[in-house]
RNA sequence: GCUCCCUUCGUCUAGCGGUCCAGGACGCGGCCCUCUCAAGGCUGAAACAUGGGUUCGAUUCCCAUAGGGAGCGCCA
């Protein structure tokens, strides 16, 4: 039998990096098997569900790189088959017709936990042969009153209900759609999915689900329910710890393969490998090696997994990626060196995308951002004639690459008596405007022979006016 | 309230009865390297929640307690 797996999102929102965990797993375990996986929009909350929703997770999956096999299924195209396994149901005496209102469900459920008692659908409505005027029925589902049911969890092991714990369910909607558990059920069956890989606040819907499935003669799927994944504080994930759209993940400038290796060593390991290629991943995920405690997303781990891929990513790739960082940030690379060096030469110092832009505008136009202070400190009278003399030797430069540069720079400084960082500083502040960039020689071929020779007379002039 | 799940350094984790005075990684401190920043090397501090069992022997198995979390909807 091959795997199938599926990842079953409700657009209601952004797509969450809870939720792309959980579907990295199901895709990585579908794909480590050599099976398929399945995408399915539960959008049958009609009041929440929105078509920017759909949007957003299909884009957030694209960017993530988990591509399905089928779907995407929307469940709100599917209601004439759960009105025909609703029917089903009612005949065979798996399900009846509930009357009962909201107010009257309410009131019900403040008494039983005004008494202590587990709220829950006393069946009221089960032995009714009548309808009621006016209001319109909802199906509901008739749970086995006693025994007890279990569950075989992958990560878990064995988990055991009382039935007598479980209520009747509501699974049709008097407008015909199906509830969660309904279309969950009738889905999973349909699509032939095998294994049920899910947030572990599916654990204790698992035996109603399992119930359903009984009463419909289909078989039960493997369950596996992933741990949570919590705030850097321990409380659930949410937009007080800052992102959580996957999407902002794309804008923070982190790489894809990045932070699916960071969301994949949550709840999950191999010994003590800690960065993995996404193809190393599906060689080595499997469920046994999932935890079940829940686990806290950091974001400082995520920013060094991304340096991790970073240095070994392709440079024309991430100089491709670049580009709408730069657009951002309002900086015009036309002109510019060609990015693929800024790679090369930000890679190792950067954790993201972001800070490779961020460090590297004085690589692109003519105004430089000027840090007055290190101005003040280095470009001082007693570096005039040294950086006059390297001014002469970098303007006769045949070629202008890195060996060429730092010969010149060395050959400057050993002229002048200075070691040769006593000349590359003041250097570094009249080329790029501060005290921080790659190598000298680097950040000297990447800035361009002319534009580094009109920074150094720049200095020079600053030099001589103070 | 009831039911279910979880519990190793601050964090992510290795560990599947003796190899553990508990290993790796992020972060943090120190040293080295060094033209800045990084990167790299070396190094330091840092954990088996508590109490009972089981066993010749428990981080590892069982049971309590405590602490977290989830579910109990005509939300998913």
């Known amino acids: 039998m091959t795997v199938r797996t599926r990842f079953a999102p409700s657009p209601t929102g ?5 939720g792309v965990r959980t579907a990295l797993f199901a895709w990585l375990f579908a794909r480590h098997h050599g099976g398929q996986f399945v995408l399915r929009i539960e959008d ?16 957030g999956m694209a960017w993530a ?18 009105q025909a396994v609703a029917q089903q149901l009612l005949a065979s005496g798996h399900a009846y017709h509930c009357y009962c209102t909201r107010d009257e469900l309410d009131a019900m459920r403040a008494a039983q936990q005004a008494r202590g008692e587990k709220p829950r659908y006393d069946g009221r409505c089960r032995d009714r042969t009548s309808p009621r005027d006016g209001v319109p029925p909802v199906v509901r589902f008739r749970t086995p009153g006693e025994g007890t049911i279990v569950v075989e969890d992958l990560v878990r092991g064995r988990v055991e209900f009382a039935n007598a714990d479980l209520d009747d369910l509501v699974i049709m909607r008097p407008d015909g759609v199906p509830t969660f558990h309904f279309g969950v059920v009738v889905d999973d ?10 947030g572990d606040d599916h654990l204790n819907n698992t035996p109603r689900q399992m119930h359903i499935l009984a009463a419909l003669g289909e078989p039960t799927p493997a369950y596996a329910h992933l741990p949570m994944i919590l705030g850097p504080d321990g409380a659930k994930l949410s937009k007080r710890h800052g992102a959580v759209n996957v ?6 400038g982190f790489l894809p393969e990045a932070l699916l290796n960071c969301l994949v060593r949550l ?4 010994g003590d490998q800690e960065i993995f290629s996404i193809d190393e991943m599906v060689a080595l995920f499997d469920i046994d090696g999932v935890n079940a405690s829940a686990a806290r997303f950091d974001p400082e781990k995520l920013r060094w997994i991304n340096q991790q891929h970073l240095r070994g990513a ?25 990015l693929e060096g800024v790679v090369d030469a930000y890679r190792e110092r950067a954790a993201t995308l972001r800070d490779i832009v961020d460090a590297s505008h004085y690589l692109f136009g003519d105004a430089l951002p000027r840090d007055e202070a290190a101005f003040r400190k280095h470009l001082v009278p007693a570096v005039r004639a040294p950086l006059l003399d390297l001014l002469l030797r970098l303007r006769a430069l045949p070629a202008w690459d890195r060996a060429a540069i730092h010969a010149a720079v060395a050959a400057a400084a050993e002229a002048a008596g200075l070691g040769f960082g006593k000349l590359g500083q003041p250097l570094r502040v009249a080329v790029t405007g501060g005290t921080v960039s790659p190598p000298i ?5 990447l800035v361009g022979q002319a534009r580094t020779l009109a920074r150094i007379e720049a200095a020079l002039a600053g030099i001589a006016a103070a």
């Open 65 to 82: 790189g988990l591509d399905w096999d089928e779907g995407p299924y929307y469940q709100m195209q599917r209601l004439d088959r759960y």
């Open 44 to 59: 049958t909350d009609r009041e929440r569900s929105t078509q920017a929703a759909v949007d957003a997770i299909l884009e």
């Open 247 to 252: 999407l902002e993940y794309r804008e923070a």
């Open 441 to 445: 020689d680097a950040t000297l071929e």
């Open 14 to 18: 952004f797509l969450h990096i809870g």
């Open 314 to 338: 392709d440079a024309g790739r991430v100089a491709a990626a670049l580009l709408p960082h730069y657009a951002a940030a309002g900086v015009d690379v036309a002109g510019g060196p060609p």
């Open 267 to 270: 709840g999950w390991a191999a």
């Open 189 to 198: 069956a349909d699509m032939g999915i095998t294994h049920v890989i899910r």
